[in-house]
Each structure stands twice: as C-alpha cells, then as structure tokens.
C-alpha cells in the first residue's frame, strides 16, 4: 500500500495504528507516534512538523529523505532502521537518550537540537551538521567525524585520539571540548 502527497494532521496513532505501507512526499503534523510500533514502514521524502515519536520502535523503518521540525523524538533507537538510503535532517528536535549507533548519517543537519546522552558510537557522521545544537554527556567513540561541522555546536566531548576529527570544523570557544579529554587547565 502507498500514501503519496498526503497530509496528516493531529492523528494519535497511540490509539489508532498508522497503516504498515510506504508514505511517499507526505506531511505529518502534530501526530503522536510516541511508544508506537512503526516496524516495516517507509517513510520516503515525508515531512514531520511538531510530532512525538518519543520511544517509538522503528525496527525496519525505512527513513529517506525525511525532514524533522520541532519533534520530540526521545529514546529513539535509529540503528535499528533499514540501513538502505537511511537519510534525514532534524531541526528543533529533542532527540535525548537516542542513538544512532553505526548509523551513517552522512550530510544530515542536525540544526538547534537537543542532543543530550545521544549515542553517535561507530556512527558515519561524515559532513554532518550540528548547528546551534546541546550535545551535553553525547558519546562519540569511534566516530567518523570527517568535516563535521561543530562550529556552534555546544557542550560536546570530543575524544580526537578516538574519533576521525580530520577536517572537521570547530570554532576558538568550542574547543574545550576537544582537550578535556587530556585532563590539562586552561585558563
């Protein structure tokens, strides 16, 4: 089953289950995904605006071309979706207690999130940005960090001797991040 061009507004899929189909160039705003099993569904260049997903099973979920604004995605397990054309960009999202363990996130924008606890283990974060985010307690080990942009990240701990910083971008004020793993003072 197909959805294209759709439009979603307000549904609670808590109390009624979002059909296992693909949803092609559709738009979900204010939906309540939350604690909701999406096993085996595509969501391909769809639209979320202002919708929770927080501990929603994403098992199988095909993500490609998605764009998040303004979701609030807590505890979300991203490794755990098809990996094929996984692909998507957050904007004021919450994603607290994520992970995206051996997720390659290549391109993806991460932009003004709250990134707390997120796991980034083995994840492929090659030209990501991380705009205006909180990456507080965020575990990054062996992390593929080539170009990724931090350059107004914020709170992130940054392990270089862990993680592939090559080419990464960090600005003079954010640096801290990348030597409080040497355990020297700075001043």
Same mark, same amino acid.
């Given at each position: 089953?197909?959805?294209?061009?759709? =439009?979603?507004?307000?549904?609670? &899929?808590?109390?009624?289950?979002?059909?296992?189909? =693909?949803?092609?160039?559709?738009?979900?705003?204010?939906?309540?995904?939350? $604690? /909701?099993?999406?096993?085996?569904?595509?969501? /391909?260049?769809?639209?979320?605006?202002?919708?929770?997903?927080?501990?929603?099973?994403?098992?199988?979920?095909?993500?490609?071309?998605?764009?998040?604004?303004?979701?609030?995605?807590?505890?979300?397990?991203?490794?755990?979706?098809?990996?094929?054309?996984?692909?998507?960009?957050? =904007?004021?999202?919450?994603?607290?207690?994520?992970?995206? &363990?051996?997720?390659?996130?290549?391109?993806?924008?991460?932009?003004?999130?709250?990134?707390?606890?997120?796991?980034?283990?083995?994840?492929?974060?090659?030209?990501?940005?991380?705009?205006?985010?909180?990456?507080?307690?965020?575990?990054?080990?062996?992390?593929?960090?080539?170009?990724?942009?931090?350059?107004?990240? $914020?709170?992130?701990?940054?392990?270089?001797?862990?993680?592939?910083?090559?080419?990464?971008?960090?600005?003079?004020?954010?640096?801290?991040?990348?030597? =409080?793993?040497?355990?020297?003072?700075?001043?």
């Amino acid at each position: 089953m197909i959805f294209e061009d759709e =439009t979603f507004v307000g549904k609670d &899929y808590q109390k009624k289950s979002l059909e296992k189909a =693909t949803y092609e160039n559709c738009q979900f705003n204010s939906c309540n995904f939350g $604690e /909701v099993n999406l096993t085996g569904i595509s969501f /391909v260049d769809c639209h979320f605006i202002d919708c929770n997903f927080s501990n929603a099973m994403l098992n199988k979920v095909s993500i490609n071309g998605a764009e998040f604004k303004n979701c609030k995605m807590l505890g979300l397990h991203f490794e755990h979706c098809n990996p094929f054309l996984f692909s998507a960009n957050f =904007t004021g999202c919450q994603l607290n207690l994520s992970s995206f &363990y051996q997720v390659k996130l290549k391109f993806a924008q991460l932009i003004n999130c709250t990134l707390v606890d997120v796991d980034f283990t083995e994840a492929d974060c090659t030209n990501v940005k991380f705009d205006g985010s909180d990456l507080s307690q965020a575990i990054f080990d062996q992390t593929n960090l080539l170009k990724a942009d931090f350059r107004t990240a $914020e709170n992130f701990i940054i392990n270089p001797e862990n993680n592939n910083i090559t080419k990464a971008k960090f600005s003079k004020h954010n640096l801290l991040g990348l030597l =409080t793993h040497f355990n020297i003072d700075i001043e």
